[in-house]
């Protein structure tokens, strides 16, 4: 099983990106991570088989998180971007008590 992630780019302050994760599977819960130059890894957001989804404190109201389960893919829809976001955001996978970790993908956002 392989996850691959993209959509990361720069972007302004203010901005929004869509990242996507797709899977050569069907999957259990995803979750996005994110680490930023220096700093330890991080996570973001996680959605669950069943579609619950929870998030960071530092991105509640601003990110979302979403599947489809149909395309094997999920998504994170990042709004009103800050330049503290500047990070690679990766993608996690568990399925059958498995990890799966895609590339990562460099999100900048620039003042």
């Known amino acids: 099983v392989q996850l691959q992630a993209c959509g990361g780019g720069l972007v302004q302050a203010g901005g929004s990106l869509r990242l996507s994760c797709a899977a050569s599977g069907s999957m259990g819960w995803y979750r996005w991570y994110r680490q930023a130059p220096g700093k330890q890894r991080e996570l973001v957001a996680t959605i669950t088989s069943g579609g619950s989804t929870n998030y960071a404190g530092f991105v509640r109201g601003r990110f979302t998180i979403s599947r489809d389960n149909a395309k094997n893919t999920m998504y994170l829809q990042m709004d009103s971007l800050q330049p503290e976001d500047t990070a690679v955001y990766y993608c996690?996978?568990?399925?059958?008590?498995?990890?799966?970790w895609g590339q990562g993908t460099l999100v900048t956002v620039s003042s």
């Open positions: 996690y996978a568990l399925n059958a008590g498995r990890d799966y």
